[in-house]
């Protein structure tokens, strides 16, 4: 047991007969073997016992009164805390039935009476080896897991940081404005966050949706990057005149999925890519894609949509002037069940005191 020596922790092992002799041979055979037993002559002692310290082996008699031992091993492998303790059955009985039924329970081997030293000794150690192996290689098996994902989410951030730089280089080619997907972002996370409140929303709407749209919401327009230049302000008059936006739109999806394709474990890029082909898709069904009107639209796209409007109306984008946020709030509930979700155009109304403008 030089492993066991390593770490410095010497093995309790939890005895349980209701025969006090046995308890008393098992007792001096554990200690020979210089780890600690722990006795209890009931199933009820046992748990106490397992509650107070964790053994790393249980050897349990299979027949006792009240609670037999088939029955205490099922609810030590039905707990989450105790399943993994190895439970080696003791018993006079020694039929293949007998036997089979312990180890449908999990148990992991079967020491018949009356004792032999030789024998307990060799099967408590072997499984007192096998339980560390089995320890050691969860604890590794954690460290690589929380490794991966500290990597994973690394590249995530890398890969966020980059396509927001290109977003950011696309806003600047549109408009003078610095500030345009900062505002989008805020005001799709206090949406978000709204919506959760109300009993349209009650399963749609988690704290992980609110913090992704938040995110994903800022790479709406990254489509421009592959607009020319002398084609955006068509672009601009197309989003006023509600006509289908279909170059941006369907090519910032494009740009967004291939990015996915090669990072499948990304959190956010499934709903950039439904942002940027659907953020110009209207309640009615009358914005691009076409095919598409209501709920059918991503609510994602839909609260984008709206915020996005709200932005671009207060900024002047795509205006003959700028509007303020009064004025811009009352156009959108115009547009309430033609363009936008009435539920979120609601949402809106009752927080527009909150949200940033240009």
């Not at 209890?40 to 609670?67: G, H, K, T, W, Y």
């Not at 709204?194 to 609110?210: A, H, K, M, R």
């Not at 009358?286 to 598409?292: A, D, E, L, Q």
Request: glycine letters at 4%.
């Amino acid at each position: 047991m030089e492993n066991m020596n390593k770490s410095q922790k010497v093995p309790q092992i939890l005895i349980v007969d209701d025969v006090e002799t046995n308890l008393l041979i098992l007792e001096n055979i554990i200690e020979g073997m210089g780890y600690i037993p722990r006795c209890a002559a009931n199933a009820a002692e046992a748990a106490a016992l397992v509650s107070e310290s964790r053994p790393q082996l249980i050897l349990l008699d299979v027949f006792m009164p009240e609670m037999d031992g088939y029955e205490f091993c099922e609810r030590l492998k039905s707990n989450p805390k105790t399943r993994d303790i190895p439970v080696i059955f003791i018993s006079a009985a020694d039929s293949s039935e007998d036997k089979v039924r312990g180890f449908k329970l999990g148990a992991v081997d079967y020491i018949g009476k009356p004792f032999e030293v030789t024998e307990v000794t060799m099967r408590v150690n072997n499984h007192l080896k096998l339980y560390e192996m089995q320890q050691e290689l969860e604890m590794s098996n954690r460290r690589l897991h929380s490794v991966i994902s500290s990597q994973a989410r690394r590249i995530e951030e890398e890969q966020r940081n980059i396509l927001y730089a290109l977003a950011a280089l696309t806003e600047q080619r549109d408009s003078d404005r610095a500030d345009h997907m900062e505002n989008v972002a805020y005001n799709c996370r206090m949406l978000a966050q709204s919506l959760q409140f109300s009993p349209d929303f009650p399963e749609e709407i988690s704290e992980g949706f609110i913090a992704t749209i938040e995110v994903a919401s800022r790479l709406h327009d990254i489509g421009k990057l592959r607009v020319p230049k002398d084609e955006i302000e068509e672009v601009r008059q197309e989003a006023q005149d509600e006509k289908p936006v279909r170059h941006h739109a369907e090519q910032g999806a494009e740009i967004l999925e291939r990015v996915y394709q090669n990072t499948p474990e990304n959190s956010f890029l499934p709903m950039a890519i439904e942002i940027a082909r659907y953020h110009h898709a209207c309640w009615d069904g009358s914005g691009y894609p076409s095919n598409i009107s209501g709920k059918e639209i991503p609510l994602s796209a839909r609260i984008a949509f709206v915020a996005d409007n709200y932005d671009m109306m207060t900024g002047g984008e795509g205006q003959e002037k700028a509007y303020s946020p009064e004025e811009c709030i009352q156009i959108i509930k115009e547009r309430s069940g033609t363009q936008f979700d009435p539920d979120i155009v609601n949402v809106l109304v009752k927080i527009r005191n909150q949200l940033r403008h240009s």
